[in-house]
């Protein structure tokens, strides 16, 4: 009888070693969700993407791509970056040159989902500072023109907008050519940078001011749109009876999704004439 058990156990150890599972968990293959809400910032030589994130468990982030049209088999999208965040700064871009984003969440298991499905492009533009004299004082150094990136007198009909102050307001003009569209001007309000304002009224009635001229207030973004179908804007920073300064940013082509907007203008027959908004 002793001899026996051993031989027992191991027809048992042979039976439970027969009941063991040697199957594995079956590979994780199903993609997170598209991103959604991807929108862009227009920069300087760079755009800044910005999305939604995603709800699930296992994300473990997000791949950004870059094509140079909208789609097609000659348009890849081609892979520019990868982030945990939800934000991503596309840097070292022409100004003036279109491009198409778009973004894919992966998971810890390496699916990857499809494209987001916005389409987003966007079309980096320069941006600078500068300051403008009183042209009530002399007009040399009063105007400015956004295309040249450069201030000029406030009579040079090159000029797209002009500053003035009276002693009582001080105002930014928007410059009038005669038989050519208007330039427009309007206020956006207060931004704590100029990236916070990114896009443009649309149409002749869209709240451009009907006497081309705006009172400047720091902090308060401003567009202008300007005869020539390009779209600016500029926030004050700085501003006295004899000088304003600004930061500014110029649309140096059209088709972006803040400054697309292409409506006819308002042809000036003359140039308007200078009302003050507050009087002495």
């Known amino acids: 009888m002793h001899k026996a058990i051993p031989i027992l156990l191991v ?23 598209a991103p959604r809400g991807l929108y862009s910032v227009t920069g300087d030589g760079q755009v800044s993407l910005q999305w939604l994130g995603n709800t699930e468990s296992d994300l473990s982030g997000y791949r950004l791509y870059e094509a140079p049209c909208a789609s097609g088999a000659s348009c890849p999208y081609d892979r520019i970056g990868a982030t945990t965040g939800t934000q991503f700064v596309v840097a070292g871009l022409t100004n003036g040159v279109t491009r198409f984003y778009a973004v894919a969440a992966v998971d810890r298991a390496g699916n990857e989902s499809q494209l987001s499905y916005e389409t987003v492009f966007d079309t980096p533009r320069p941006a600078g500072s500068a300051t403008l004299n009183n042209f009530v004082n002399g007009t040399a150094g009063a105007g400015w023109d956004f295309s040249a990136f450069t201030a000029k007198s406030s009579d040079d009909p090159t000029v797209d907008i002009f500053f003035g102050d009276n002693g009582s307001v001080s105002e930014m003009f928007a410059k009038d050519v005669p038989n050519q569209p208007r330039t427009e001007i309007q206020d956006a309000g207060y931004a704590s940078s100029l990236d916070a ?8 009635n869209a709240g451009w001011a009907p006497s081309g001229g705006v009172e400047l207030i720091p902090g308060h973004c401003y567009i202008v ?25 110029y649309q140096t082509a059209t088709g972006n999704p803040e400054l697309r907007a292409r409506p006819v203008h308002q042809v000036a ?8 908004l507050r009087k002495k």
């Open 11 to 33: 027809l048992v150890a042979l039976s439970l070693s027969g009941c063991e599972d040697n199957t594995t968990a079956p590979r994780d293959v199903t993609p997170p969700a």
């Open 197 to 204: 304002v990114d896009f443009s009224p649309v149409g002749s």
């Open 225 to 249: 749109w300007t005869r020539d179908d390009h779209y600016a804007k500029f926030r004050v920073t700085q501003l006295s009876g004899s000088t304003v300064g600004f930061d500014w940013g």
């Open 269 to 276: 027959p003359a140039p308007r004439p200078i009302v003050w």
